[in-house]
Structures are given as structure tokens and as C-alpha cells.
């Protein structure tokens, strides 16, 4: 259901494993120095494999802005460099580098950006041949080898961060040489500070047209880690659960509306609604506080119950991102989503008649599928008639299950550069080629937003000029993928 987009957190070989020691803070042992993170060149073409135009969809690197308040609380000079949003190229961020002139740079990788990860760090090291450098993310947890090999990195960090960063930057020295090492897992998300948002513009961040009610810039917040499930596409599977506190929340929720003046949030948990008790209390608070913000989530459909989400409705909840992948019992079972059709039905109906509106998360060419069966899933995304629907194509990245076992349901294309979701890289055995795949994406787009049915309802719901800019850029994307 997620894409590796969300997981920007930084994360000949040695392999070690690090625990901050007694001294870890203690002022005196703690080395300063100005430090570079880099999330690197995306445009929205390459993201999406189509022409989509202007439709906004960048969000702020989350998981590069916690790392940096977590090393600024140790008296280091950062920026972070979040080359997608800004438009910046490689030279762009070579000429920011040389104005900044950092000790340590840090490079944000996932798989879809594996190739522009290394075109950077060999720039880097090629002009700076001493400069420090790590990479970390997603890919790297998967294939940190390769990682550490290819971009000539001092440092591939394994698994979460922001504490073995902390650890490094107190003695670099200690470890220049090439090697892999296992971040620690923070299981008390509250020890953290807030990202520091401070160091990006904050203004040029805007949602996709249908990801915000009202407000394009949706300021993005993280309550939890850790995603226990075990779908067999999903790179966030098997993770171990970790919550912030409702206050710390709250702290931040009010603090995004006095520093930046938001008006919507958009939560991006794996699954918002993991703990039922923590979505009641944290209800329970915004409305005891008169907290005035629109917000969304993303859940699994088996998480939620009338009681739970009255509560989130009365809290200013307005949309839902739900996985239900398939329209067809086989695969939903091939992928181990632990749901039934019925029960989808069900769960979909009870979020719409909360008031809540639903996204819906549709996935063509998982195991076991054909041309046939993918028509039943976007029969039965018509047949839910969730608010908005997403039709992404399976893409196993490294680690996930099919990865692992791909020749028994398919071919594999390991060309990294289109890992997108928006591209057919995993072909099932039901499909003739990539073509047939891409013809039948489009027509899920096409049957699904194109229907009279659909488009009046939508026009019903247009009561602003914003909502008409809001709905024109919406069309553009859709019809990107007609």
C-alpha cells in the first residue's frame, strides 16, 4: 500500500553493530560539524512515468528532518537539501555543497533513486575525495553491500539512523573506513525532538489534489513506526510497532498551526489506527483542546469500527487511505492481506457512512493475476465507489517476499531506475507482456474516473474556485494514466 517515497528516513565489507555508550552524552566528547542531508533529484515525470503536469505531491523528507533535529540537539550545523521539490539537479547540489562545505553528507536512498544516490556520491567523492560520507534507507537496509560498494560511501547504515548518526559524528575518524553498520531501533519515539522543519521551505510543500479538502499545503506528521503485517509486496512488512505519545502529538500538531499557519494534516503511519485506545484519547484531545484542523490517515480496513471512527470524524478527520489491493479472494490470499472480500465491503461502507471519505488502494499484477482477474479488481473498485481510487503496479522491491520468490508467480525486471509503482517491472505468468499489463492500467483509470456516474458526483461536491483548480489538476493526473 505505501511506496518507498514515505520511507525517506536515512537509515569489501565490514558488518558492525552499534549502541551509544555511557558517555554518548556527554558534552565534552561530542565533536561539531556542519553536516549535509540530501534527498536527491526526482522530478515528477521520472516519479510517476507520465506526464501529470503541475499536480503539486511533494512532501517534506521526514525522516532526513528527524535525523537533523536529533543531530542539531548535539550543537551540529545542518541543512538538508531536498532536491525534488526544489527542482535542483546534481550540479545544483554540487554548488550548494561547496557554498555549505560540510564535514559529513548524508544521502537519502530508495530504490527508485539508486542511480541518482550514486551519480551523487561519486560527484562527491570524485571532487572531494575526503569528504565523509553514509547512505541509508530503504534500499540500503536490503542490499547494503552493493550500496556501500557502489557509491563509495565511508558508512551504510542499516535499519534506523538517527542514533548510530549520533554515535558517528562524535568521532568520524573512527570511522572512515568502508563499512556497514546496524542502527539501533528507537523504541521511545517521545525521546526525540520534533523535525526541524526550519531547515526546508516549508511553503513550497503541496499535497496531491486528492490528499487535501481545502488547504494544498498539508503539513505531513508521523505519531508511529512499524507496520506488524505481513503482505508480501509491501517493503514495510514485518516491523515492529512503536507510537509517540498522544500529547508529544498534540505538542506538534499545535505547533505546525502557530509556525506555519496549517490548517490540514496528513498522518503518515503505516497504519494510523493500530492502536485503538491511542485514536480514541488522541480523539478525545483535539477536541477537548479546540484544535482546528482537517486531517487524514492511512489504515487497514480490519482497524477500524463505528465507535472509532465517529470519534476520529468528530476530531476533524476527513479522508482515509485504506489497502484493498484486489478484487479477488486468490490473490488477496497469494499476498497474505488477511481480509475477505465481504469484509471489505463491509469496512468500506462503514467508513462512508461515517462521513469520512475513502481512498481506496488498488494493486494490478500481483501473483496469480491475469488480464481477467484484473478486471474484476477495478469491478470492484467500481463497485466500492470509494471517494478516490489508486491503481499502482506491483512492484517487489528488494526484501519484500516476492522479491525473494518472484520466478514462482512471474519475471522480474531489476532495472531499479523504473521502481516507481508506475511502471510494469514484475510481470505475471497470466499476462502475455508488459504491454498487456500497461493497457490494462490504463483502462483502470479510464473505467474508474471517466464514468458519468463518478464525475457527477464529484461536480456535486465543487463549492469554491479552489476546489475547481483543486479538481482541474486532479483530471490532469488522470488523464496522465488514460
Sequence with gaps: MTSQLSQNTASAVM??????????????TIERHKIMLIFPPLSMNERYSKNVGDVGGHLPPLGLLWMASVLEEDGHELKVLDCPVNKWSCEDAMNLIEKFKPDMIGIATITQLLERAKEMSLAIRTKYPDMFIFVGGPHVNVMPEESLTETKANVAVVGEAELIIKKIAQNLNAYKEPQIMKGEMVRDLDSFPMPARHLVDMGKYTALPNTYKKYPNVASVITSRG???????????????????????????KFLIGEYGV???????????????????????IKEEKIEVLWSCYSRLNLVDPEILKAMKEAGCWNMFVGIESGNQDILDNVKKRMTLEAIREKVKMIKDSGIEV?????????????????????????????YAQFTLCTPYPGTEIWNDYEKWGKLNKGFVN???????????????ASELKKVHAEAFRRFYLRPRYVWGRLKKIHSKDEVLRHIKGLRMVLGFV
Excluded at 490548517?263 to 484531545?285: A, G, P, Q
Excluded at 469491478?379 to 465507489?385: P, Q, T, Y
Excluded at 521502481?419 to 507482456?433: I, T
Design 15 to 28: 558488518v558492525m553493530s552499534e549502541k551509544p555508550s555511557e558517555e554518548f552524552h556527554n558534552e565534552k
Design 227 to 253: 507496520c506488524p503485517y505481513t503482505c508480501t509486496f509491501c517493503s514495510d512488512a514485518n516491523g515492529k510497532f512503536r507510537q509517540r505519545s498522544v500529547e508529544k502529538v498534540i505538542t506538534e500538531m
Design 263 to 285: 490548517k490540514e494534516i496528513s498522518f503518515w503511519d503505516d497504519i494510523f489506527t493500530m492502536n485503538r485506545s491511542w485514536v480514541l484519547e488522541f480523539s478525545k484531545k
Design 359 to 387: 481512498r481506496g488502494s488498488f494493486v494490478l499484477g500481483l501473483p496469480g493475476e491475469t488480464p481477467e482477474k484484473a478486471r474484476k479488481t477495478i469491478d470492484f473498485a467500481i463497485e466500492l465507489d470509494p471517494d
Design 419 to 433: 521502481y516507481n509503482e508506475w511502471q510494469p517491472v514484475f510481470l505475471p505468468h497470466g499476462y502475455k507482456d
